[in-house]
């Protein structure tokens, strides 16, 4: 198995519509320009990109786009499902298609399987993927917790080569930077500075589709050691990361770009567009930091 590299600055890619469908050409202007910005690397069919509402033949179309107009920067590609033959089999028609970098792969959602269930499911995916894989630790949206423990003896397998940190453990997130198997990336915007200043790969940052060029400053300075510009760039853009979760994402950063006017303010239901409060607030905070 290849090893990867994660490092840098990640954009999981949101998914313009258009009267309910993939607006292609929007996504290539999209992903084009996070390019020009210095991105590393972009994730498709993640969470930001409504993944989970695209059906499958979406999610390829979509790839497909993202792929081509990243013009040689790595892809990773979202998979997920309840059962790991099937994961497994996706990988591999995925990656008998598209040049891709990895898959990112959280914990199979609602049926809360124990660690040890956790453990079969991703050595399942493992042993049969053609790539090696970023595991995604998202409780709150899987309602399990990959527990610190579980991580380490996964980090064993040659095709677990990375995780997208979203558990909420510091200590944690430590600890598996500290045993050097796993390349962590923040997966929770407001981590960003503590996983990368503690030694962290990079990070997978949805709120960076705004104000790109500063998000790379700052994870080329923490990557690099340079703490005070680091913290500059932070203090600037902690603002700016509180009001893109302020309701549920993606909506805050789509009503941001279709501000711009990179995408139409469209999401897929149940997900609703940003409050018009939320946006009289992100306007006047993109004033004054520009």
């Known amino acids: 198995m290849i090893v990867q590299d994660f490092s840098g600055l990640w954009i999981p890619v949101v998914t313009p519509f258009v009267h309910g469908e993939i607006d292609h050409g929007a996504l290539k202007a999209l992903v084009l320009r996070l390019k020009r910005d210095g991105v590393g690397g972009f994730v498709a069919s993640s969470s930001t990109g409504e993944g989970g509402l695209l059906n499958e033949a979406e999610q390829n179309a979509a790839l497909a786009t993202t792929v081509e107009a990243a ?13 790991p033959e099937r994961v497994a089999a996706r990988t591999q028609w995925l990656a008998e298609r598209f040049p891709l970098h990895a898959f990112l792969l959280p914990p199979p959602s609602y049926i809360r399987p124990s660690q040890a269930g956790l453990l079969s499911y991703f050595r399942t995916v493992a042993d049969a993927t053609p790539l090696p894989l970023v595991l995604y630790d998202i409780p709150y949206r899987t309602g399990v917790k990959i527990e610190l423990a579980t991580l380490l003896e996964l980090a064993a397998h040659p095709a677990i080569q990375g995780l997208k940190d979203c558990g909420g453990q510091p200590a944690s997130t430590e600890a598996l930077i500290g045993d050097g198997r796993l390349a962590v990336l923040a997966g929770e915007d407001h981590q960003i500075f503590g996983t990368l200043a503690l030694g962290g790969t990079g990070a997978i940052t949805a709120s960076a589709h705004l104000q ?8 080329q300075s923490l990557l690099a050691g340079d703490l005070p510009r680091g913290r500059m760039l932070w203090r600037q853009l902690r603002p700016l990361i509180e009001l893109c979760f302020d309701e549920p994402n993606p909506a805050p950063i789509k009503a941001m770009l279709a501000r711009q006017g990179a995408v139409q303010n469209e999401l897929r239901a149940p997900l609703q567009p940003a409050s018009a409060e939320l946006q009289q607030r992100f306007g006047h905070l993109l004033q004054d930091i520009e």
């Open 212 to 219: 790109t060029p500063r998000f790379v400053a700052l994870v």
């Open 71 to 83: 013009g040689g920067l790595p892809v990773i590609m979202g998979v997920s499902g309840l059962r």
